[in-house]
């Protein structure tokens, strides 16, 4: 038997406040998470992301450039080879 468990909820029953890398190549599936960890304003507590975007999802050029803009709100990009790989560097850790 295999347990799903979402990531707020995994982070949650873990007792995890703070990630120091999270590095997301799901093939397409990274849209999904990214845009749910903005939603819940769990973005934050992410250190790193290294993100590799998939250029084969429906608007997957819109998505990601959304996607970008949210995270510079609380990250700064160390670097991006669109459709690659990019990272985001977390600016302050609030409080």
């Known amino acids: 038997m295999v347990k799903l468990t979402g990531i707020a ?6 007792g995890i406040g703070q990630i120091d890398l999270m590095k997301i190549n799901i093939e397409g599936g990274e849209y999904d998470l990214l845009e749910f960890l903005i939603e819940r304003g769990l973005t934050y507590r992410i250190h790193d992301l290294q993100i590799q975007f998939h250029d084969f999802v429906d608007e997957a050029e819109r998505r990601m450039y959304a996607i970008q803009q949210h995270l510079a709100r609380t990250h700064y990009q160390t670097y991006a080879y669109e459709f690659v790989w990019e990272n985001w560097r977390l600016k302050a850790v609030p409080g």
Not at 9 to 14: A, S, V, Y
Request: hydrophobic fraction near 35%.
């Open 9 to 14: 909820e995994f982070l949650e029953e873990e």
